[in-house]
């Protein structure tokens, strides 16, 4: 290889060098301002689609162990529309759909007899305590009808 083609090489390599930091530090920048939870909270928050704790995350699996057998329906009496089946087959499938529940007397059923027979091991009382944080945490109003899908704001550093 000769001296020039050795000279454009390293010029090459440190030009390539140079615009692989500046790419790595404006994604680090975005990160800080910009990204993340934050991100999150602004983009789904309006639509009821909020951060779950990481106890709430852990238990999500064990959510969806129902296999709509039926039995803790007859373990624990139904109050009105309310049957303990229906807490993990219908009311929770959907977070932004909790709100739904908010006339129902989630603390008239035996959650824990109804759990016990239960041959998943649904955890219907943690279940049930889910929703009541959600509708404590996210109101029980309907959502509002949306105009404009929500966008995230362009970071300064992006605009041109
Ligand atoms: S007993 Fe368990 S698996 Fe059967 S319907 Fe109730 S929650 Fe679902």
């Known amino acids: 290889m000769s001296t020039a083609a050795r000279l454009r090489r390293v010029a090459a390599l440190g030009r390539l060098a140079v615009g692989y930091s500046r790419h790595t530090m404006s994604r680090l920048v975005r990160r800080g301002g910009w990204g993340g939870l934050a991100a999150f909270d602004a983009l789904y928050r309006r639509d009821r689609i909020s951060r779950l704790t990481p106890?709430?995350?852990a238990a999500l699996a064990g959510h969806g162990r129902c296999i709509a057998c039926g039995l803790c329906t007859f373990a624990a009496t139904r109050s009105g529309y309310l049957t303990a089946e229906r807490l993990p087959l219908q009311l929770t499938r959907s977070l932004p759909e909790v709100w739904a529940t908010r006339d129902l007397a989630l603390d008239s059923l035996d959650w824990a007899a109804?759990?016990?027979?239960?041959?998943?091991?649904?955890?219907?009382?943690?279940?049930?305590?889910?929703?009541?944080?959600?509708?404590?945490?996210?109101?029980?109003?309907?959502?509002?009808?949306?105009?404009?899908?929500?966008?995230?704001?362009?970071?300064?550093?992006?605009?041109?």
């Open 114 to 160: 109804a759990q016990a027979v239960c041959p998943t091991n649904v955890p219907l009382g943690q279940i049930r305590d889910l929703v009541i944080t959600r509708l404590e945490a996210d109101g029980v109003l309907p959502p509002a009808p949306q105009l404009a899908p929500a966008v995230l704001p362009v970071p300064p550093a992006r605009r041109r």
């Open 55 to 57: 106890e709430e995350r």
